[in-house]
């Protein structure tokens, strides 16, 4: 059972949706173990379970044509009624404009599984800032987060700082943070909460570094706000470059484990896996942690990053670095230890894989991916124990 002063994360037993970057309460990743809350049961590994195609699909595009999807987050239980948006929807942020152009998307749309995925997709928000990136989470106080990485023409010699931007549950612009040294392209971000306070785990894609924000969410008059309470740089050294097919190759998917404090890097440019220890409250840079996984074999600049509920981790492909036609845009299951697990194509063409999240109960995981290539938002479904 987990402790009562651990984040609020989706338990074993809860079959509700999973914060952005939260696991639930993790297994030890050795598939096949047994299952502690389920005598004679065993964990069984995600992605060897997974079918070929998705079971759901849906368009990711909105009316005003914006393109390539890159974060997707569900929406937690326990965030507040009345909004555009409920427990269980998905949202997902768009990084380029109908024109194809990256870093000038503006729009998150919203998915409800279940309804119909004819027509454009529903928009939740419309930023007046451009670059809408795989930073995106979901508080369950009521808040939205969003980063972004804007350029003016679409290529890296224009890329910005950008920001990152706290939304309310109709999608209004509450408040904006940014700051050029500390968070300096927010590619990718993981999210952990206690109660009100909230800690932010983002990946700066220009810089090359890991930003931990803590802050507070406030009520003053019946008005809920943010406030920023700190904000440390710790982890750098990740490698930034120039890309033609991918704008830039960083640091970008990150996965934070509360319960060894343990925050997780997926760095493309690298092409591995790295973990930053007691990223949670060091007050220093830690550098670009340890190498956790790092298989040629395997990896072919990883990018999206999450936790699964199994313990394992689960990192997408985006295929610009140590690229294979015969292996494109793959989903790879591995352990903390960095023994792989399993991979899965989720398209037959490269560079279509970025960002996911994952949902699920003691005994299914529902996999919810992005797919660049076609704009679609799509879900798989897995068994866990058997």
Same mark, same amino acid.
């Given at each position: ?233 710790? $982890?750098? #050294?990740?490698? +930034?470059?120039?890309?033609? @097919?991918? !704008?830039?190759?960083?640091? /970008?998917? &990150? ?31 830690? $550098?670009? #942690?340890?190498? +956790?996984?790092?298989?040629? @074999?395997? !990896?072919?600049?990883?990018? /999206?990053? &999450? ?41 037959? @063409? ?7 999240? &994952? ?28």
């Amino acid at each position: 059972m987990l402790n009562a002063a651990l984040p609020d994360i989706m338990q074993l037993g809860d079959h509700r949706p999973v914060e952005m970057g939260h696991p639930g309460h993790p297994h030890p990743g050795h598939p096949g173990h047994p299952h502690p809350g389920h005598p004679g049961h065993v964990v069984l590994p995600i992605v060897p379970n997974l079918p070929a195609a998705p079971t759901l699909s849906y368009t990711t595009i909105p009316s005003n044509g914006d393109l390539n999807p890159y974060g997707v987050a569900v929406v937690p239980y326990g965030f507040p009624k009345g909004g555009l948006i409920q427990a269980g929807d998905i949202l997902v942020s768009n990084y380029n404009s109908s024109g194809n152009l990256q870093g000038t998307g503006t729009t998150i749309v919203k998915i409800t599984p279940g309804q119909s995925n004819l027509g454009p997709a529903t928009v939740f928000s419309t930023s007046s800032s451009t670059g809408m990136s795989m930073a995106l989470g979901v508080l369950r106080n009521g808040f939205v987060i969003v980063g972004n990485v804007p350029t003016t023409n679409g290529t890296f010699g224009t890329i910005g700082s950008g920001s990152l931007q706290f939304l309310d549950k109709n999608g209004n612009l509450v408040q904006t943070i940014s700051d050029p040294a500390l968070l300096d392209g927010p590619w990718g971000m993981s999210v952990s909460t206690r109660g009100v306070n909230v800690q932010l785990f983002v990946a700066n894609v220009v810089s090359g570094t890991v930003t931990r924000i803590n802050l507070k969410v406030t009520h003053h008059h019946g008005q809920a706000g943010i406030d920023v309470k700190s904000m440390t740089q710790i $982890g750098s #050294g990740y490698t +930034v470059a120039p890309n033609a @097919a991918a !704008l830039v190759l960083g640091p /970008g998917g &990150v996965a934070y484990n509360p319960h060894n404090d343990v925050l997780y890097v997926a760095s493309s440019s690298n092409n591995a896996i790295y973990a930053i220890a007691h990223a949670g409250r060091i007050r220093f840079d830690n $550098g670009t #942690g340890r190498v +956790v996984y790092q298989d040629p @074999a395997h !990896l072919r600049g990883p990018i /999206g990053l &999450v936790i699964a509920p199994n313990g394992d981790l689960l990192t997408t492909n985006g295929d610009a670095v140590n690229g294979d036609p015969n292996f494109p845009s793959e989903l790879i299951e591995f352990t903390p230890r960095g023994q792989f697990v399993g991979q899965l194509s989720l398209d037959p @063409a490269q560079g279509g894989a970025f960002g996911l999240t &994952v949902e699920g109960n003691p005994h299914f995981v529902d996999v919810i991916t992005v797919d660049d290539n076609n704009s679609t938002l799509n879900f798989r479904m897995a068994s866990i124990t058997g």
